[in-house]
């Protein structure tokens, strides 16, 4: 059994106890999260897709923790100009376990 969720405008197929790297959410480590927009649920074979979101399906799961992503470089450079800019960043994210479909 797995489902199409829409996480902070990003989709996410989950299955049950399966990790994630959503966004980063409100809430501390340990705390319960629900998704209520369900986008498509396959249970055994049966596919049922919302239009836009599937009625009475919720995926809840629970916030393991907050984590940052890999470094992201960004350089600029306009050559015979003498420019050239180096930046960077990393994006937050938190770890989320799904603990059920339904």
Not at 33 to 50: A, I, Q
């Amino acid at each position: 059994m797995y489902a199409v969720v829409d996480i902070a405008g990003k989709q996410f197929k989950v299955a049950k106890d399966q990790y994630i790297y959503a966004p980063r959410m409100a809430g501390e480590a340990g705390a319960n999260v629900s998704f209520d927009k369900v986008l498509l649920v396959d249970n055994n074979g049966t596919v049922e897709v919302g239009a836009p979101t599937v009625k009475g399906v919720k995926v809840s799961g629970k916030i393991l923790e907050h984590v940052k992503g890999d470094k992201v470089l960004i350089f600029k450079k306009k050559r015979r100009k003498g420019y050239a800019k180096k930046n960077g960043h990393r994006q937050q994210f938190t770890k989320v376990q799904i603990e059920s479909i339904g």
